[in-house]
């Protein structure tokens, strides 16, 4: 599938109201440039711009702030630009004061070949924690140095393994899989932690993912390395009661890297979905946002067994006690 790379301008006032339209639409996923954050860049490395090529600078000075994501390039993505754009026109009559900036959108296509292949070059094998070694699937390894090869192929998904995120929570199924475990994987992305946590002996019993490529991929990863994931679920459990049903209970792990405030969130719903006495593990978290989720853990019941950091990346395990 193709892409469509859909760019958004606006002010840094526009931030939170056209974030909030994509929320509504359902769209989770962005990539924000502030226009404030270059402005405090070149305020405080002033003392610098002796060394910095002039043009550099004033195109700095000048940026918009932008806010991109990407659609998918058929007809419910055209849709959903549509409605995107209507939701930009209200937004633009309902701004008296002209705080929100252009409100208007540019598009461009990502091949999907271009969209995978971009970053492979830089995708080497590479160790993670006690007992892994990730390898994408284009390339071979001679000596594993006696860990176990996990091969993942990501394509267009999140989780190669070389996020702080996805290690922290890889470290810490290490440590919680004992071999037998009923384990939901909630943002699986490139199903790598599913992968992981049945190559260590958990049973991988369902993988849930808003993107359902994401699905497609994390089943063909899991069949690469020998596994299985039980069930691959599409959707949003925190919109979807149905999804949320169809999820179930019973789970002794359950693994979430996604970000701080989904895991706030969800936190009633991880708490209904572990048996007692089960494990959370949850990353995606920065270390700003961490007192939060540790805060909202501890006020559903969870006990924090671990709280780790990597550069500005926390995760936690946390247990349901008996």
């Not at 610098?48 to 058929?74: C, H, M």
């Not at 993670?128 to 996990?150: A, C, N, Q």
């Not at 999820?247 to 970000?259: E, H, R, S, T």
Request: charged share 25%.
């Amino acid at each position: 599938m193709d892409w469509t790379e859909v760019t958004i301008f606006t002010t840094t006032e526009g931030i939170w109201p056209v974030t909030n339209l994509l929320d509504d639409l359902g769209i989770e996923g962005y990539a924000l440039e502030d226009a404030a954050d270059f402005e405090e860049f070149l305020h405080d490395t002033e003392i610098y711009w002796d060394y910095v090529d002039e043009n550099l600078k004033k195109e700095l000075s000048s940026q918009e702030t932008k806010i991109k994501i990407y659609l998918s390039d058929d007809a419910e993505g055209k849709d959903k630009l549509r409605e995107l754009n209507a939701g930009l026109s209200v937004l633009k009559e309902g701004d008296h004061e002209n705080t929100l900036g252009r409100l208007t959108t540019e598009t461009s296509l990502t091949r999907q070949e271009d969209w995978e292949w971009g970053w492979k070059q830089y995708f080497k094998p590479f160790p993670v924690g006690e007992r892994f070694l990730i390898k994408p699937s284009w390339e071979t390894v001679d000596d594993p140095m006696g860990r176990t090869i996990l091969e993942i192929d990501p394509a267009s998904s999140f989780g190669t393994g070389t996020h702080d995120t996805t290690q922290l929570c890889m470290t810490m199924l290490e440590k919680t899989v004992k071999g037998g475990e009923k384990l939901l994987d909630m943002g699986t992305g490139s199903g790598i932690l599913a992968i992981a946590a049945a190559m260590l002996g958990a049973h991988a019993d369902t993988a849930v993912d808003i993107d359902e490529h994401c699905l497609t991929c994390a089943t063909e990863n899991a069949e690469r390395n020998g596994v299985t994931i039980g069930r691959t679920l599409h959707g949003d459990a925190l919109r979807d009661p149905a999804l949320a049903e169809d999820i179930g209970d019973g789970y002794q792990i359950i693994v979430a890297n996604i970000v701080a405030d989904v895991i706030i969130g969800m936190a009633s719903l991880f708490w209904d979905k572990l048996n007692a006495g089960g494990t959370l593990i949850c990353s995606g978290i920065l270390n700003e946002r961490a007192d939060e989720v540790q805060d909202a853990l501890q006020k559903t019941g969870f006990a924090i067994q671990e709280r780790r950091a990597s550069d500005d990346w926390t995760a936690f395990t946390a247990q349901k006690p008996v």
